[in-house]
């Protein structure tokens, strides 16, 4: 089992507010990803990082920013949650010398 | 532009059946093919990956067949239980920039008792 963790699971919250969505991992891994996935849908890639103080944006254009000050943690932050950010959150992590991705279990977010 | 086209969207499957999801790609620069498994409630898991360079991988009653000339793979699921019943999504890596994972849209697989 991986050891990629995600607080908080579930999260409602009122429109303008900002929110930091919390990923870390145990495994010492450099790669790491945030998707986002709409109930039922395909996972779309928001951001990524190849290491400490490497961030990357991702294929779907988010207003989400991220930072990785430390190799287990990779937060992502929302500056002014709206309707439109309400989705499934997932952070994900590998090795540099694997292509398989682990995933956390995901945050649940709704902006009301 | 989706660059991994998954289908069907959903399938029913008798226990016991055999169940089969089809992926296909345009991008010849992808050269890794994983399947992940998702339940309700949690992350994707990794099932099963293939590389270009063979045709077929087994594990246990999960098979990927790949097809390199046609851009199409696909992940057949022998002897389908219901604790198989969750959502499939087949992806790809590209070889070149960072390698990131493109996904298709997923497949509700619901196998039967």
């Known amino acids: 089992e991986a050891d990629i963790y995600q607080t908080p699971r579930y999260l409602v919250i009122g429109t303008g507010k900002k929110i930091t969505l919390e990923c870390s991992q145990t495994m010492g891994h450099d790669k790491m990803y945030w998707y986002q996935q709409d109930p039922g849908m395909e996972l779309h890639l928001i951001h990524y990082?190849?290491?400490?103080?490497?961030?990357e944006k991702g294929d779907l254009s988010s207003e989400s920013t991220v930072s990785r000050i430390r190799t287990e943690h990779f937060p992502l932050t929302l500056e002014s949650a709206r309707p439109s950010h309400t989705s499934q959150y997932l952070c994900?992590?590998?090795?540099?010398?694997?292509?398989?991705?682990?995933f956390g279990p995901g945050t649940r977010l709704t902006v009301t | 532009q989706q660059q991994v086209k998954q289908s069907p969207q959903s399938l029913i499957v008798q226990k016991g059946g055999i169940s089969i999801i089809n992926c296909a790609y345009e991008n010849t620069a992808f050269d890794y093919f994983p399947w992940y498994q998702q339940f309700p409630g949690k992350g994707p898991a990794l099932l099963i990956a293939i590389r270009p360079d063979v045709s077929e991988k087994k594990e246990g009653r999960f098979t990927i067949s790949f097809n390199k000339s046609a851009k199409q793979f696909s992940l057949h699921i022998m002897d389908s239980q219901p604790g198989d019943s969750a959502t499939y999504f087949c992806?790809?890596?590209?070889?070149?920039?960072?390698?990131?994972?493109?996904f298709g849209k997923g497949t509700m697989l619901l196998v039967s008792p």
């Open positions: 994900a992590s590998r090795r540099a010398s694997s292509y398989e991705q682990y």
């Open positions: 990082s190849y290491g400490v103080n490497s961030t």
């Open positions: 992806a790809a890596r590209s070889c070149h920039g960072y390698s990131t994972l493109t």
